[in-house]
């Protein structure tokens, strides 16, 4: 077990272009979490899956920004028309999740750092 | 909705010696988890140490030990016998009980002196 790995973990591109990051779990975890994180600031929730289905997004996830998680095992995250300010660490995070799952331990990724020209 | 706050943006420690730092957060509800988060320069973001609100003992994990105060919704974390490789930020963070996300602090950056 690796740990919970993603992809790139540079971006630099052209403002109004699109972006996909990739993120692949610890095998076991059932729970998905992806996180912004910029400059000085404490990480900030977009949004997270159980298995395949998506269970809560942040109002910071505009509509710019979509996730999946297809086959309940690695996610994407996509931002289309890139602008400026989605420059940031994009971090993701793992778990297992059920009743109680507050308690349980978040693993977080390396992160994507994303700068938008 | 809940918020966590870290008043002390850096703080420095000399090395072996002892620091505090500092978290509030402000919830409503009565039972919930609180976590600190070590996110060393460029490194992956790691557990430190965590709490149960229902719990009244204070956790501790070797050299970390929080100072948890449910009613002034304060938790504060101590290191002691500081090491170079303490130097990081962290990061306080709410969860709720049942809850998926959690909600951080904006962080303090610790330096440890030679």
């Known amino acids: 077990d690796t740990g919970v790995s993603q992809n790139p973990r540079h971006k630099i591109t052209k403002r109004g272009q699109n972006v996909t990051f990739r993120c692949d779990p610890i095998s076991e975890h059932n729970r998905l979490y992806w996180y912004r994180q910029t400059l000085g600031q404490g990480p900030e929730f977009l949004t997270y899956f159980q298995n395949e289905a998506q269970l809560e997004k942040s109002r910071l996830l505009s509509d710019r920004f979509s996730a999946e998680r297809p086959k309940g095992s690695f996610s994407t995250l996509e931002i289309q028309r890139t602008e400026q300010g989605d420059s940031a660490m994009y971090l993701c995070?793992?778990?297992?999740?059920?009743?109680?799952?507050?308690?349980?331990?978040?693993?977080f990724g390396p992160g994507t750092r994303l700068l938008v020209l | 909705a809940q918020t966590v706050t870290q008043s002390q943006p850096e703080m420095s420690v000399q090395e072996a010696e002892t620091v505090t730092l500092s978290c509030t957060y402000d919830t409503s509800e009565s039972d919930y988890y609180l976590f600190w988060y070590k996110q060393p320069p460029s490194r992956q973001m790691i557990l430190v140490i965590r709490q149960e609100a229902y719990k009244q003992q204070n956790a501790t994990e070797n050299r970390f030990s929080v100072n948890f105060q449910k009613a002034a919704k304060s938790f504060s974390l101590k290191i002691s016998d500081s090491q170079l490789g303490d130097a990081a930020m962290y990061f306080c963070?709410?969860?709720?009980?049942?809850?998926?996300?959690?909600?951080f602090g904006d962080g303090t950056t610790l330096t440890v002196k030679p």
């Open positions: 963070a709410y969860r709720s009980t049942n809850a998926g996300k959690s909600t």
């Open positions: 995070a793992s778990n297992f999740g059920g009743r109680g799952a507050g308690q349980e331990t978040q693993y």
